[in-house]
């Protein structure tokens, strides 16, 4: 009985190894022109580190935006506000289209602060949004807040 119950557990994996193997094919399968323009390569000393945006079927992805300068959490939320404005634009979409919003805060204290500066940026239908204080560390690069967000092209 046990023997049989082996040999069952061992078809359902197998029939979802190939399940996943076919979803993964498919996904290779994208336009190779789509490919190649969904991708705005973020450089560090002529390397790829990450893209500043993803486009994918009607949707664009951007990547974390934070302020590496000194300024309060009003400063920095403005200017990571305007570089998700950029990168939106670049990819051909709005700060009207954003769909979801990620915060991540450095002090969960900055969160009024944050919220100040935030209100009103994305027109009349504002985003959903999780906000974050992030554990020890920090945000990188000594930003107060660093952002993402999904919006549609």
Same mark, same amino acid.
């Given at each position: 009985?046990? #023997?049989? &119950? &082996?040999?069952?557990?061992? @078809? ?22 789509? #490919? ?16 500043? +945006?993803?486009? *994918?079927?009607?949707?664009? =992805?951007?990547?974390? @935006? ?9 400063? +920095? ?8 404005? @950029? #990168? ?11 769909? @979801?919003?990620?915060? =991540? ?5 900055? =969160? ?5 500066? *935030? /209100?009103? &940026? ?6 959903? &949004? ?5 554990? /020890? ?8 807040? #660093? ?7």
């Amino acid at each position: 009985m046990q #023997e049989k &119950r &082996r040999s069952t557990i061992k @078809k359902l994996f197998g029939s979802l190894v190939a399940i996943t193997g076919l979803g993964l094919a498919a996904k290779a399968n994208i336009n190779s022109s789509e #490919e190649k323009t969904a991708h705005n390569i973020v450089n560090q000393d002529d390397v790829p580190l990450f893209s500043g +945006h993803t486009k *994918f079927k009607g949707m664009v =992805y951007i990547a974390g @935006k934070g302020a590496h300068f000194e300024g309060d959490i009003k400063a +920095h939320t403005d200017h990571v506000l305007k570089e998700l404005e @950029k #990168e939106l634009i670049s990819a051909g979409s709005s700060m009207e289209k954003v769909l @979801k919003v990620t915060v =991540y805060l450095n002090d969960i204290k900055d =969160y009024q602060g944050m919220n100040e500066v *935030f /209100k009103g &940026r994305f027109g009349n239908k504002p985003p959903v &949004r999780s906000t974050v204080a992030v554990a /020890k560390g920090g945000v990188p690069g000594d930003s107060l807040v #660093e952002m993402d967000c999904i919006a549609f092209v």
